[in-house]
Structure formats: C-alpha cells, structure tokens
C-alpha cells in the first residue's frame, strides 16, 4: 500500500523559515508529477507549487521568490522549502503525487494527509 507522508509543519513567526517534507511509502516504480496544495480556513484548496519528474517546476504567484519544490527521486520524497513567511501562508499543506507506478498498477491523484503551517506572531 503506498501512501505520502508529509512532515516539517508547525508554528514560525513572520519572516521565519520552514521546510516541508512528503515521502511515498511502498513498493514504488516512478511517480511523476508531485506538488504541494493548501488550504485555509473557510477557503478552497489552492496549488502552491509543481514539479515534475524532470525537475520542471511551477509556483502559485503568491509564493514566487519565496517558496522552493524540490524532489529526491531515489528517496520518493518531494520538499517545500517556505521562506519569508507571512501570516496569509497559514494553512494546512497537503502533498499530491499526480501518477504512481506500482507493482499493482497506477495510482492517480494520491494525497498525503496534511501538515499544519501557522505563520503568526
């Protein structure tokens, strides 16, 4: 069974710093695309940022300059590093992995279970 695991949430005033860890567990072959959502309260998930297989990556414009994606393939694990933070990057972050290959086949569209970020004061 494979599931993503995030990690690195937690509280960090404004302008600190944090990183964010997702690693997928399990049998895996490759997966591609693999990003970081979030979401605030009373507000909608929202991509923060992509990256694909390739290292090809895309940020919302709201993190651009601030945040960076990054993924060690040989480990399945995808970071957020979270720089300049500001108290509007509060949210509950979720790592997604677009495309997983399995011995089982192909999972779609999996989501880790989320890590709480709190920018305040």
């Known amino acids: 069974q494979v599931q993503l695991v995030e990690s690195g949430g937690g509280l960090v005033q404004p302008g600190g710093s944090l990183r964010l860890s997702c690693a997928a567990s399990?049998?895996?072959?490759?997966?591609?695309?693999m990003g970081w959502y979030r979401q605030a309260p009373g507000k909608q998930r929202e991509l923060v940022a992509t990256?694909?297989?390739?290292?090809?990556?895309n940020y919302a414009d709201s993190v651009k300059g601030r945040f960076t994606i990054s993924r060690d393939n040989a480990k399945n694990t995808v970071y957020l590093q979270m720089d300049s933070l500001k108290p509007e990057d509060t949210a509950v972050y979720y790592c997604?992995?677009?495309?997983?290959?399995?011995?089982?086949?192909?999972?779609?569209?999996?989501w880790g279970q989320g890590t709480l970020v709190t920018v305040s004061s």
């Open positions: 399990g049998t895996i072959f490759s997966i591609y695309g």
């Open positions: 990256i694909t297989s390739g290292a090809g990556t």
């Open positions: 997604n992995a677009g495309r997983i290959g399995t011995p089982r086949g192909i999972i779609l569209d999996a």
